[in-house]
């Protein structure tokens, strides 16, 4: 998700993201799932010098909702 409000990181914040390939490494999600997502608005991103950066908080978040939880058992 593109943002431009008053909540847009710094760009000193943004410089230290994680980028979509850094991310992938960390979710063990391809780059195009995660374009894919960020498009959705699954998953905050930014855009910053033509690439797409993610906040920490971002995408511990979206890992997070990545998680089901289990059936208990009957």
Same mark, same amino acid.
């Given at each position: 998700?593109?943002?431009?409000?008053?909540?847009? @990181?710094?760009?000193?914040?943004?410089?230290?993201?994680?980028? =979509?390939?850094?991310?992938?490494?960390?979710?063990?999600? $391809?780059? /195009? =799932? +995660?374009?894919?997502?960020?498009? #959705?608005?699954?998953?905050?991103?930014?855009? /910053?010098?033509?690439?797409?950066?993610?906040? @920490?908080?971002?995408?511990?978040?979206?890992? #997070? $909702? +990545?998680?089901? @939880?289990?059936?208990?058992?009957r």
């Amino acid at each position: 998700m593109e943002s431009t409000d008053s909540t847009t @990181p710094t760009p000193e914040t943004l410089l230290s993201a994680f980028s =979509v390939a850094q991310a992938e490494d960390i979710t063990a999600r $391809s780059s /195009f =799932v +995660l374009r894919a997502d960020i498009r #959705a608005g699954k998953l905050t991103a930014y855009k /910053f010098g033509g690439l797409w950066r993610i906040l @920490p908080s971002d995408l511990e978040a979206y890992r #997070a $909702s +990545l998680i089901t @939880p289990s059936r208990s058992a009957r």
